[in-house]
T-cell receptor, first 112, second 111 residues
Framework: DAGVIQSPRHEVTEMGQEVTLRCKPI?????LFWYRQTMMRGLELLIY????????DSGMPEDRFSAKMPNASFSTLKIQPSEPRDSAVYFC??????????FGPGTRLTVT | DQQVKQNSPSLSVQEGRISILNCDYT??????FLWYKKYPAEGPTFLIS?????DKNEDGRFTVFLNKSAKHLSLHIVPSQPGDSAVYFC??????????FGKGTHLIIQP
């Protein structure tokens, strides 16, 4: 199994630009999670889906952030417009029948 | 308000000795606890977990202990090996919700 796949691995953009992060969960997993890691706040949950339906988006920081899961094998996290304080590592994770979540390698986002 | 706390940002242990990483939580609704290991530029990797109905779970060199009354859990690694050097995150969940993570402990295994 290829594990959770995220793209791009690195993204550098200018303030005000739209950023789209992508995630392909492990096949057969019906939960998908988006996390953000910063020095100040550590790893924090942004949003999660069950069977492609958003269940809890209370961690999404602002309306500039949105996430979609159009099908069981793909999800996007979009930031529009991006700001320097959005610079962080964004992780996607998926979970199947067990309680363990499996994480992707992350996308390091830098907004200048 | 930090619901999961790892009070030691770093820990240095000699190779072959026991490493003990600690974690405290405040939310009594948490019913599942996990430890993740993270190397630089990689995502967290699942290590071991424990349900709130148990007080101990063992997997090879790794053992997790849960003290519900104290809202405390610990991860024991014995014997510690150089490849164990990494950042260890304690995490907790309530039902099927997402994970709440601690800030991590950087474990350094000295040769």
């Amino acid at each position: 199994d290829a594990g959770v796949i995220q793209s791009p691995r690195h993204e550098v953009t200018e303030m005000g630009q739209e950023v789209t992060l992508r995630c392909k969960p492990i096949s057969g997993h019906d939960y998908l999670f988006w996390y953000r890691q910063t020095m100040m706040r550590g790893l924090e949950l942004l949003i999660y889906f069950n069977n492609n339906v958003p269940i809890d988006d209370s961690g999404m920081p602002e309306d500039r952030f949105s996430a979609k899961m159009p099908n069981a094998s793909f999800s996007t996290l979009k930031i529009q417009p991006s700001e320097p304080r959005d610079s962080a590592v964004y992780f996607c994770a998926s979970r199947g029948q067990g309680d363990e979540q499996y994480f992707g390698p992350g996308t390091r986002l830098t907004v200048t | 308000d930090q619901q999961v706390k790892q009070n030691s940002p770093s820990l240095s242990v000699q190779e072959g000795r026991i490493s003990i990483l600690n974690c405290d939580y405040t939310n009594s609704m948490f019913d599942y606890f996990l430890w993740y290991k993270k190397y630089p530029a990689e995502g967290p990797t699942f290590l071991i977990s424990i349900s709130s109905i148990k007080d101990k779970n063992e997997d090879g060199r790794f053992t997790v202990f849960l003290n519900k009354s104290a809202k405390h859990l610990s991860l024991h690694i014995v014997p510690s090996q150089p490849g164990d050097s990494a950042v260890y995150f304690c995490a907790a969940s309530e039902g099927a919700d997402g994970l709440t993570f601690g800030k991590g402990t950087h474990l350094i295994i000295q040769p």
